[in-house]
């Protein structure tokens, strides 16, 4: 078989680096890549030992698989591939299932990394949470940057300073890594979430866990939130609210899988802060946990910096992308049998991630 890597159009992150090309070619007779397929992640085609590189359309054409992390190609180009090309990348179909029935319609092979199961087996193929991870870093770097005060406590000869106080809304992957990048930075750290089952993880990194009972929690949810009673969510509201009067950066990472963004931070609530906080919304392209938030954008609110942007792995893309490409490597390493990917197997990973299979 032969293995193709497209070039992205919109984000930096490379699905293939030059470490993994020796692992690529024990599954694979031969590698193609669009030139500068790295670029925007610091890497150079001379790195790429055993590739060949090729235009996109040569490697549409002649590739068994073909990989893209954001996929955009268009109409004519599936139909230019092979009739048993098997197309691999972000498809999101949870999100728009649009996407999956057209893809059904047009009698592709796709499997999409969205919907690897989040279990134990699967941790090391499991893109969302490798960049979740790096957004949840990234959130809190990004917020420091802004912020007019310290993180931690400093005692100087001119006098004491305390220490920031930064709320971290939901305890996923994204959660955890800003909770341990903003305890590394001395802030204090509180840290809410509907499942009570994240409250140890939580403490264990030196952040101190603000419950709501009664929350409604869903463990085959994949470690998304779930919706929750309207009673909960007023109780929620008022807790938050409370919070966020004494906070200096609020970090949201908050969704529903498959549903617009819970809004967890109101306007009222934003007005409410201290003049130079800040709001980090991870949300953001599902609609956001902040009233205010604008995906992509930074809004200065009365004095409250709000940014919307879920996509800050792609300010460290050369880390992000061999995270990402160590996910597809050892997605192919599983599904991938002497030579073969079979499209029947009843394999958990296999099957829930082949959103689409050709008649």
Excluded: W
Excluded at 232 to 250: C, G, M, N, P, W
Excluded at 268 to 284: C, F, N, P, Q, R
Excluded at 324 to 337: A, D, G, P, T, W
């Amino acid at each position: 078989m032969v293995i193709g890597f497209l070039k992205e159009g919109n984000i930096n992150i490379s699905p293939i680096v030059p470490n993994n090309i020796p692992k690529l070619k024990s599954l694979f007779e031969q590698v193609l890549a669009e030139p500068g397929i790295a670029e925007g992640a610091y890497y150079q085609d001379t790195e790429f030992e055993d590739v060949v590189f090729q235009s996109r359309d040569e490697i549409i054409k002649t590739a068994d698989v073909i990989v893209q992390i954001n996929p955009n190609l268009s109409a004519e180009e599936y139909s230019s591939a092979k009739p048993t090309a098997i197309f691999i990348g972000q498809y999101a179909p949870f999100t728009d299932e649009n996407i999956s029935n057209e893809l059904q319609r047009q009698g592709l092979n796709v499997f999409s990394l969205d919907m690897i199961p989040r279990t134990t087996l699967a941790q090391s193929m499991d893109v969302l949470s490798s960049m979740a991870s790096i957004a949840g870093y990234q959130a809190v770097i990004d917020a420091l940057n802004i912020l007019p005060r310290y993180a931690p406590m400093m005692i100087t000869a001119a006098g004491s300073i305390k220490p920031s106080k930064i709320l971290i809304l939901g305890a996923g992957v994204a959660g955890l890594q800003a909770v341990a990048t903003a305890r590394r930075m001395g802030a204090v750290v509180e840290v809410f979430d509907t499942r009570t089952a994240v409250k140890e993880e939580v403490e264990s990194l030196g952040a101190r866990f603000v419950e709501v009972e009664g929350a409604t929690d869903d463990k085959a949810a994949g470690g998304y939130a779930v919706e929750q009673t309207e009673d909960y969510k007023a109780r929620q509201a008022a807790l938050i609210q409370e919070k966020a009067k004494t906070s200096d950066v609020i970090i949201t990472t908050a969704q529903l899988r498959g549903r617009p963004a819970p809004t967890l931070i109101s306007k009222e609530t934003v007005e409410g802060m201290k003049l130079g906080s800040v709001i980090v919304d991870l949300a953001a392209s599902t609609g956001g946990n902040c009233e205010l938030t604008e995906d992509a954008g930074i809004v200065d609110h009365n004095g409250i910096t709000i940014i919307g942007d879920s996509n800050l792995p792609n300010k460290m893309p050369q880390d992000a992308s061999t995270l990402y490409s160590n996910n597809i490597v050892n997605f192919l390493k599983h599904i991938v049998k002497e030579g073969n990917i079979d499209l029947e197997s009843d394999d958990e990973i296999l099957s829930k991630s082949l959103i689409s299979k050709k008649a």
